[in-house]
C-alpha cells in the first residue's frame, strides 16, 4: 500500500511539472512520517525516497539510529530552542526556523560541533493565529540578521498553508512565498541562497509544485491518516 501510495503521488507531482513546464527532478518529495512506526518506514525507503520529515526532536532521535544512513532528516516542526543541541549535527536540513533566537541557539551549537546546519526560514504568509513562522514584513530583516550567524546556511523558505477543502484556495499563498523568495534573492545577501521553497502537503502539493515548490511534504498521502492518542 506505502508503495502505491508513492507511486501515485510521485505521478501526481509529474503532472504538476508538466503542467507548469518544470523538471521532475526540480522537485523532491519528503516523506512524512511522524507517528508513524518505524516498520513503515522502512517500508517507505524501500520504495525509493531518501527524504523524510519529523516534526519532533523525539521522533528524530528515535528513528534515525534505526534507519539506513543515507537517509536525509528533515526538522519540519516548530523547535525549541533548548532542543536545539540534540539534532543540530543530525539533521540534513531545519526547516522551521521563524526567530532570530532559535537561528542564534542553532548557531551556537553548530559552531560547538562544526559543522555547517541548512536551514530555510518559515514564513505565516496566510498570517493564521495559530501557526508558527514570521510575518511577510518581517522576513527580509530576519534572513539578513540569520546570514550574520556563523555556522548556518540559509537554502530558502517554508510555509504551511492554511487546512482547506479546495487546494486552489491556497494558490495565492504558494505565489506569495515564491514571490518573497525572488525578492530576498534579488537582494544578494552573503550567506543567503534562495534555491529552496519547501511548501505544500497532502491536500495542496499539486498547487505548490504549480507555484513553484522544490519540496513538497507528504505524509498523510502516503502513510494514511494519523493516529493520535487523545
Ligand atoms: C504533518 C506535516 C506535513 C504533512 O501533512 P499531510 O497533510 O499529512 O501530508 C507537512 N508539513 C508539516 C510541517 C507537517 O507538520
Given amino acids: ?23 521532475m527532478d526540480e522537485v523532491t518529495l519528503i516523506t ?13 525507503y524501500d520504495a525509493g525516497p531518501r527524504d523524510f520529515g519529523e516534526n519532533k526532536v523525539q521522533g528524530l532521535l528515535d528513528k534515525i539510529p534505526v534507519l539506513p544512513q543515507d537517509i536525509r532528516w528533515h526538522m519540519i516542526g516548530h523547535l525549541q530552542t533548548n532542543k536545539v543541541k540534540y539534532i543540530v549535527d543530525k539533521v540534513y536540513m531545519i526547516h522551521s526556523v521563524d526567530s532570530l533566537k532559535l537561528a542564534k541557539e542553532i548557531s551556537k551549537e553548530a559552531v ?30 530576519l534572513t539578513e540578521e540569520i546570514a550574520a550567524l556563523p ?25 506569495k512565498l515564491k514571490q518573497l523568495s525572488v525578492d530576498i534573492k534579488a537582494k544578494n545577501i552573503d550567506n543567503v541562497h534562495m534555491n529552496v521553497l519547501s511548501m505544500g502537503m ?23 491518516e494519523r493516529q493520535y492518542l487523545k
Wanted: proline residues 3%; hydrophobic residues 35%; glycine residues 8%.
Fill in 202 to 224: 497532502t491536500g495542496d502539493y499539486e498547487v505548490a509544485i504549480e507555484e513553484g515548490a522544490t519540496y513538497v511534504r507528504v505524509g498523510t498521502g502516503i502513510f494514511g
Fill in 1 to 23: 500500500m506505502i508503495r502505491e501510495n508513492i507511486e501515485a503521488v510521485k505521478q501526481k507531482m509529474a503532472g504538476a511539472c508538466d503542467r507548469s513546464g518544470r523538471k
Fill in 151 to 175: 555556522g548556518i546556511q540559509i537554502e530558502g523558505l517554508m510555509t504551511i498553508a492554511p487546512f482547506v477543502e479546495d487546494p486552489e484556495e491556497n494558490r495565492v499563498y504558494f505565489c
Fill in 112 to 141: 560547538k560541533k562544526n559543522v555547517t546546519v541548512k536551514i530555510l526560514i518559515e514564513v505565516n504568509v496566510a498570517e493564521e493565529e495559530t501557526k508558527f513562522g514570521t510575518t511577510t514584513e518581517q522576513v527580509i530583516s
Fill in 32 to 44: 512524512v512520517s511522524k507517528t508513524k512506526p518505524v516498520e513503515m518506514l522502512k517500508e517507505a
